[in-house]
Structures are given as structure tokens and as C-alpha cells.
């Protein structure tokens, strides 16, 4: 089976995962995300993201913006500190000028007290990278966010705290007075050796100052896709085997759009006045807007939900939406200890599936467990299950040559059926398995048919009933499956083998004018039986297509139920 059941299981419930209508719904299972200590997605909040420098040519626009509005600052304070007669300061700034520092020039932003919004609404694609691991498998998923747009979710991710943006800033010597143009000038100059300690009353860290702007920003996310590797195996040994899944990784795999809420956008700073605020404000929004930034914030995001606290969280999470859809389907009987001898290449994740089935069809509470199948097919029939005709074929009668056929056939007391753990096990082709019929209530197979006796040297017939038993049967069926998900399940039927001990078997013929005794002695010799025995293999060879729609009729009710309920 390899890794086709895996996918098999995935694609089950992948269905139930995107369907807003399913308790399965992955918004819903995300938004009970929990860390050990509280922490969830819904929101994420996290206390700090260092997004770190800002180089580049946006580094540099920003930081000159900024090395102008605090040059503006120094301004201010210069002429407050003149009209004050403050000494040590000098005869005049027309000399001098600003400049980000030579050795710390670009900014840099840190985001604190932030709150993610929105990540829970997500949808799942395809298993994907299917590859064999010692304990199972391993795989891709694909998470893409923003799913939604309704049932309480907007399609686009809200991102909400404090930022502070910090640069480093000097004053440099401008013995041509050039004025604001220097500040842009690709050419960085060293401070000045100019001391000015008569300004640092007023604020102002002459010849370097290290400056921030703070306040609250808002900016919404868009075309964010995750990709997280699983890996899906099986924990424990004998009947306490259970499924995990483990969220190994977490990896962003798209270019994000990040949008800034301008008008959300504050900014105060001890260097900020209304002569600056414009100035900050456009190197906020410049910072916020940088392809610097939107890597950063890709990254840190990405660190935070790859991060083991979370993976821990999001696997038991997994895990436990798992456990639960087996467990509705399956029902929680009992695995049986001792799992048969598995094909090669079907490892511990195949062999517990199919123990969960074994353990299902000897349920009496599962919609699997053998009796309740019989009992609800009605498309065909089970039980009685019907058969047209049976030709028993010429079978000598006292020396004489008779043909037996037998029509209406009905076959009744197969709803008295088990299939023991041990009669079930993984086969290359799919599974085999044993019915094993009057283990119950010890019920018998009972067929019932008309017979028309035909002597085939005269062509004439004897026209009676028959109502045969046979005692504690089994049926030998060799299953195969197929189908990309449970609702498009199919079972088929490759082998049927009738298994009917002769000596358990009791023709019993009533014919108009002759007596039961005697015919049932003719009829119950060993010749007459086994023709019996191979015209109910024939007929039941000849209804396997049915019988093959009714299982996979049940499965998928079964299925669709279980989940849905």
C-alpha cells in the first residue's frame, strides 16, 4: 500500500479541513493552538521582533531624512540656548552640518507588544513530497492564509504593537556651508572635533547622538504561504499503538505584501518637535515600507511559529484531530496485540491502520462491525442476499443422470457473521480477510431455491423446493481499494472462496408425490454436495460485483457519517 494510504487518509480529511461546515474546520482547530505557557495564535502575541538594521538604499534615505529632521532639532535648541547667553556653544551652526554616522548608519526598527490577528484562517493543500521513514512517513503541506472571507474572518492578517526607530547621527564640519545637499552627499565625513557642551542642556549630544522615534503602528498582511513538513508515524507498542503527527518545520515559501496604516502611524521621541514630526513620520513609513523590513518581519514570524514550543503545540494539535477522525470513524475497541505478517514494503503507520479496521469489525458498536454491514445494505441486499439461477449441473441419481437448477435463490443467515483479527491481514493487492459465518447465534446458512430436476436422457423434469443448511461456513474475500479520498472509495472484490465443510451441509428437496426421506437420501451424497458446494461458489462469483458496490456503499456512509456527526 505504501504511501497511497497515507494519502488516502490525508486527502479525507484535507476535505474536512477546508469545509467551514466541518468540526474539522482548520481555523477552528488553529485557534486552539496553545502554548505551555498560554501562548496562541488567535492572537499571537509576542514580546518583541528585532527586525535589525535597515541597509540599503532605503537605509540610506531614511537615515538622511532623519539626520535632517534632527538637524532641525539641534537648530531649535542652538537658538534657545543662545537666547538663554548658555556658553560653549558655538558662534554659529553654518559651519557645521548633519550627517547619519560614518560608523552606525542605518537605522534600525524593533517591533515590542506585538499582536498577530487573523492567522488561524487558513486553508491546506495537497500532501505533497511523500517520502518512507523508519516509523512511516514524512510529507509537505502547503498553508494558505487568508483563506476566508467570512464566518468571523477577513482575509488579510492584522499586525498591531510599538515600534522604535533608532539612528545614529553626527554633526560634521561644512566649511562651504553646503547646506542640506551634504546630508544626501554619497561621501561620509567623520564628526567634528568642534565641542559644543553648552547644547546638551537643551538636548543635544554634540558632536554624536544616537536618536529613536517610538509609537504604535498597524500594517496588514497578505499572500502569506507556509509550507510545514510532517512527519506521521505511529507511538507505543502491541494494543497501546497509537498515532502522531509531528510538525517538524515550518518554512514561509511566498514574497508576503505587507500594507502600513498610515493614519494608524504615531511617533514622539525626545528630538521630535513639530518642526521634525514630517520628517520622522516619512522615515517611519519608509522604514515600515522597506524590502529590508518585509524580509525581516517574513523571518521573524516564520522563527516564531517554527519555533519548538510552537511545533510541539500545533503536533499534539494534529495529533489529536487524527486520533479524533479514527476514532469516530474506527470506534476505540481494542487493537488486537499481535499484527500478523505485513507485506513487504507496509511499515508500523500501515499495520496500525489496518489493526484499527481488524479492531473495528469485531466492535459491536462500529458502523464496520460485520452483522450491522449485512443488516443496512439494501443496494444489493445482503441478507437474504438473492442469485437468479444456480446450475448444479448433471449430477447420477441411483445411475441415472439428472440436472439440477435452482432459481429464486435466496441465501439467508449471513448477518450471523465475524471476521476475527486474526482472519484479517495486509497482502500486497490489499487485504485479505475470513467471514466467519454462525459464530453469533450459531444461526446456519440457510438457501433456499426452486428446483426443476430435469432427466436429461427423456427431458423430463420434477418441479419441488429446496431448503438447504449448512453449518458455520466462512468466506475467504481478497479486497482491493481504490479511490483518492473515502468519499470516492471503492471497494473491489478480487477473490471470493466459498469455504463449506460437505459433511456440514443438509440438502433438504420437497417434490410433489415422492417422499422427502428418500429424496433427501438420494440427494445428500457426497458427488450431489459438491456440485451443491460449487453452484453456491458459481452464484456467488456471479453477484461479487454487487456484493463489491454494498461494502463500498457502507464504507463511504459509514465514513461520512462518523465525520460528520
Do not use: C
Request: glycine share 10%; net charge negative; charged share 20%.
Amino acid at each position: 500500500m505504501t504511501e497511497a494510504l497515507v494519502d488516502f487518509v490525508y486527502a479525507t480529511l484535507r476535505k474536512r479541513l477546508n469545509d467551514p461546515d466541518s468540526r474539522y474546520w482548520l481555523p477552528k482547530v488553529l485557534e486552539g493552538v496553545r502554548t505551555p505557557d498560554g501562548r496562541g495564535l488567535s492572537p499571537l502575541t509576542v514580546d518583541t521582533w528585532e527586525l535589525g538594521e535597515l541597509p540599503g538604499d532605503a537605509g540610506t534615505t531614511i537615515a538622511d531624512s532623519i539626520a535632517v529632521g534632527w538637524w532641525n532639532f539641534v537648530g531649535s535648541a542652538y537658538d534657545r540656548a543662545t537666547r538663554d547667553g548658555a556658553g560653549g556653544i558655538p558662534d554659529s551652526l553654518d559651519d557645521f552640518d548633519s550627517q547619519r554616522d560614518p560608523g552606525d548608519q542605518y537605522p534600525a526598527l524593533t517591533l515590542s507588544s506585538v499582536t498577530v490577528t487573523g492567522l488561524p484562517n487558513a486553508s491546506v493543500g495537497e500532501l505533497s513530497g511523500i517520502t518512507a521513514t523508519d516509523n512511516g512517513y514524512r510529507g509537505t503541506v502547503r498553508v494558505t492564509t487568508g483563506a476566508y472571507d467570512g464566518h468571523g474572518y477577513q482575509p488579510k492578517i492584522t499586525v498591531e504593537g510599538s515600534y522604535r526607530l533608532v539612528q545614529h547621527v553626527v554633526v560634521i564640519d561644512d566649511p562651504d556651508s553646503a547646506g542640506a545637499a551634504e546630508v544626501l552627499d554619497a561621501s561620509l565625513k567623520q564628526p567634528t572635533t568642534v565641542r559644543a557642551d553648552g547644547l546638551e542642556p537643551y538636548g543635544v549630544e554634540w558632536p554624536s547622538q544616537t536618536i529613536a522615534g517610538s509609537g504604535e503602528f498597524l500594517f496588514t498582511i497578505e499572500e502569506l504561504v507556509f509550507d510545514v513538513l510532517l512527519g506521521i508515524g505511529t507511538t507505543g507498542s502491541g494494543s497501546g499503538r497509537t498515532a502522531t503527527v509531528t510538525v517538524e518545520s515550518v518554512t514561509v515559501v511566498s514574497t508576503p505584501v505587507y500594507t502600513l496604516d498610515q493614519d494608524r502611524l504615531t511617533i514622539d521621541g525626545d528630538t521630535i518637535t513639530d518642526g521634525n514630526r514630517k520628517a520622522w513620520i516619512g522615515a517611519a513609513v519608509l522604514a515600515f515600507n522597506s524590502p529590508d523590513a518585509a524580509e525581516a518581519l517574513t523571518t521573524r514570524l516564520a522563527a516564531t511559529l517554527d519555533a519548538d514550543d510552537f511545533r510541539t503545540q500545533f503536533s499534539g494539535s494534529v495529533t489529536e484531530q487524527l486520533a479524533q477522525a479514527l476514532d469516530d470513524v474506527f470506534g476505540t475497541g481494542a487493537l488486537p496485540a499481535d499484527s500478523g505478517r505485513p507485506p513487504a514494503g507496509d511499515g508500523p503507520l500501515e499495520v496500525y491502520l489496518l489493526d484499527r479496521v481488524r479492531a473495528s469489525v469485531n466492535d459491536t458498536d462500529s458502523g464496520f462491525y460485520p452483522p450491522t454491514v449485512v443488516r443496512s445494505s439494501s443496494d444489493p441486499r445482503l441478507d437474504p442476499l438473492s442469485i437468479d439461477t444456480i446450475d448444479l449441473g448433471d449430477q447420477q441419481v441411483m445411475g441415472v443422470p439428472v440436472n439440477f437448477t435452482l432459481n429464486d435463490v435466496t441465501i439467508s443467515g449471513i448477518a450471523d457473521v465475524l471476521v476475527p483479527a486474526e482472519d484479517a491481514a495486509l497482502v500486497a493487492e490489499g487485504v485479505d480477510a475470513t467471514l466467519r459465518f454462525g459464530r453469533i447465534s450459531r444461526t446456519p446458512i440457510t438457501i433456499a431455491a426452486s428446483v426443476v430436476a430435469t432427466f436429461v436422457k427423456s427431458g423430463d423434469h420434477l418441479d419441488g423446493t429446496m431448503t438447504t443448511t449448512a453449518q458455520q461456513p466462512s468466506v475467504a474475500l481478497g479486497l482491493s481499494f481504490s479511490g483518492p479520498d473515502a468519499d470516492s472509495l471503492t471497494i473491489g472484490l478480487r477473490s471470493v472462496a466459498a469455504g463449506i465443510d460437505r459433511d456440514q451441509v443438509d440438502i433438504g428437496v420437497h417434490v410433489e408425490g415422492l417422499p422427502d426421506d428418500a429424496v433427501h437420501t438420494i440427494l445428500n451424497t457426497k458427488d450431489i454436495k459438491d456440485g451443491f458446494i460449487q453452484g453456491v461458489q458459481d452464484g456467488i462469483d456471479g453477484r461479487r460485483n454487487d456484493i463489491a458496490k454494498a461494502l463500498t456503499d457502507n464504507a463511504r456512509k459509514v465514513i461520512a457519517q462518523k465525520l460528520a456527526d
